[in-house]
């Protein structure tokens, strides 16, 4: 039984979701938006459709940090439990 490798692996997880919630982040705050008349500002189809994919994918990261903060506290709980029946 490898545990430590579990939590390991739920730690690799979030690190992984944190660069990429920094790269998603750092690609929505460069989107570039074009004046319209009046002062208006909007982005193009092509921008837009960007836009919504980037969104996308801080929300897929949102649910993987969760999914490996779960990996986490199951393999600190069976640790634990194997900590309690051994003593």
Known sequence: MEIPS???SGVEGLRRAEQSVAETANNIATQVVTPESEGEEVLGAE?????????V???V??????????VIQTADEVIGSLLDTSA
């Open 6 to 8: 579990a939590v390991n």
């Open 57 to 59: 994918n801080l929300r």
């Open 47 to 55: 921008q837009a459709l960007s836009l919504s994919e980037e969104l």
């Open 61 to 70: 990261q949102e649910f993987t940090a969760k999914a490996n903060a779960q």
